[in-house]
């Protein structure tokens, strides 16, 4: 795998192991609480990853991403019932994706596909997908803050917590200028 395909990789990975510290945060209420009637649950948020991830992924190089069986409309009414389920769907959309993902060769990043009919490189459907993923799972880490109140436990550095970090990360190694 080159370079690029190395370092994508490891970008989802990390994308869907935010996803999945935020679940396990949250009980089913939290993942299922809208703000209002317009917004989105993190449920109904997995549920059109999953959906888009599937539709992508799903014969990347020989047929168009926006799949005919798929219903995108769907994907943003409440479908799922529980966090089991919430959690099967959200690993049927990442295991589409890593394992179609890991069938790429260099080869493969200029050829063009196609997304609702209009042509990408996959070097870009892959940028756009990152991209995708990168933006829901921002909301999803968004909402799981605002659910789990005082009680959230941070993914990063906690606040207020930088000088701490950057002492016991830098502690005994030299950086140059």
Known sequence: ????????????????????????????????????????????????????????WTDLLTSDGEKPWRHRDEEFETVLSDKRELLDRWNEGWKCLFETFETLKEDDLQKTIYIRSEPHTVIDSINRQLAHCAYHIGQVVFIGKMVAGSGWESLSIPKGGSETFNEQTFTGRKTSI
């Open 1 to 56: 795998m080159n370079d690029y395909l190395t370092s994508v990789h490891k970008r989802f990975k990390s994308y869907k192991e935010l996803g999945q510290k935020t679940f396990d945060q949250l009980n089913d209420e939290g993942l299922f609480w809208q703000y209002n009637a317009e917004s989105n649950s993190i449920a109904i948020i997995v549920q059109h990853l999953a959906g888009n991830m599937i539709s992508r």
